[in-house]
């Protein structure tokens, strides 16, 4: 059984910075793309930044210049530096990725959700 399991969500100010770590665990024959989602009360989830196994990085409009995702592929976890964080970031944010649990078997996952909040 493959998990994924997120920290590093807290309450900072406007202007702080945090890091999110999501660590996946399990039967891993190898992963894909990961990334973060993340979703703020009375909105849908929506893409924060992906990383693929190739290196290739997506992010959303509105984190650019202040986000960055990162993976540390032997340790099977991906990271999300947040700097300049603004109140609009507040949500709770979801790890997602895309596992091989077997050579030729790919599934998507993923995690429970770290909140972050930001206040004034």
């Known amino acids: 059984q493959v998990r994924l399991v997120e920290s590093g969500g807290d309450l900072v100010q406007v202007g702080g910075s945090l890091r999110l770590s999501c660590a996946a665990s399990?039967?891993?024959?190898?992963?894909?793309?990961m990334g973060w989602y993340r979703q703020a009360p009375g909105k849908q989830r929506e893409l924060v930044a992906t990383?693929?196994?190739?290196?290739?990085?997506n992010y959303a409009d509105s984190v650019k210049g202040r986000f960055t995702i990162s993976r540390d592929n032997a340790k099977n976890t991906v990271y999300l530096q947040m700097d300049s964080l603004e109140l609009e970031d507040t949500a709770v944010y979801y790890c997602?990725?895309?596992?091989?649990?077997?050579?030729?078997?790919?599934?998507?996952?993923w995690g429970q959700g770290t909140q972050v909040t930001v206040s004034s």
């Open positions: 399990g039967s891993i024959f190898g992963i894909d793309a």
């Open positions: 990383s693929t196994s190739g290196g290739s990085t």
């Open positions: 997602n990725a895309d596992i091989y649990y077997s050579r030729f078997v790919r599934r998507n996952y």
